[in-house]
């Protein structure tokens, strides 16, 4: 049984932090679970913020469910560190609420824009009532300024001769009489 692990161990490459430590791994070193030897550069970057011994004390405080996580947790803070020196994981944290933020704020922009949309009149189906409905609401629906003013002057029935005088304005006035009667 011993020769079994003896070979087992000669089989199998060391972890990472054994690998470092330039040590032999042992079958019951509680850093080969959390840091294989593939993962050497997560391992660096957590020897050197934390160091080996107090991986090892925080790996064993904890029981062995929640091991896993708490490696998860001190290799991301390390990552962190790596990334940021100044600030570190409050800096990332600090960054996420930012975006956050940011991301309420269009939010909020976005729900406020539909309500405003929500709550416009809606326009009525035939050009007759829609040509009326924008003139009375002072809303242009495109057209321009121009058009909406024959518009009202046709409805209103109020053109003298001065107002056919120019050929463009009586073929549009004409064309708008034809549509809106």
């Not at 990472?16 to 840091?35: E, N, T």
């Not at 975006?99 to 406020?112: A, D, I, S, T, Y």
Request: proline share 6%; with cysteine; glycine share 4%.
């Amino acid at each position: 049984m011993s020769d079994n692990n003896m070979e087992e161990s000669n089989n199998r490459p060391p972890c990472a932090a054994c690998k470092y430590q330039r040590k032999k791994c042992m079958p019951d070193c509680i850093l080969r679970k959390h840091f294989p030897s593939n993962l050497a550069e997560d391992f660096k970057a957590v020897h050197n913020v934390f160091g080996i011994s107090n991986v090892k004390k925080l790996l064993e405080k904890v029981g062995v469910p929640q091991q896993d996580e708490v490696a998860k947790s001190i290799t991301w803070e390390a990552k962190m560190w790596d990334q940021d020196p100044v600030q570190g994981p409050y800096g990332c944290c600090m960054k996420l609420k930012q975006e956050l933020e940011e991301l309420k704020q269009e939010q909020r922009n976005n729900q406020r824009r539909q309500s405003q949309i929500m709550n416009q009149p809606r326009p009525p189906q035939d050009i007759n009532s829609y040509l009326h409905w924008n003139v009375g609401n002072q809303q242009l629906g495109g057209l321009p300024v121009f058009y909406l003013q024959l518009v009202q002057q046709i409805r209103e029935c109020q053109f003298n001769q001065d107002f056919w005088s120019n050929s463009t304005e009586k073929t549009l006035g004409r064309f708008l009489y034809l549509i809106l009667t």
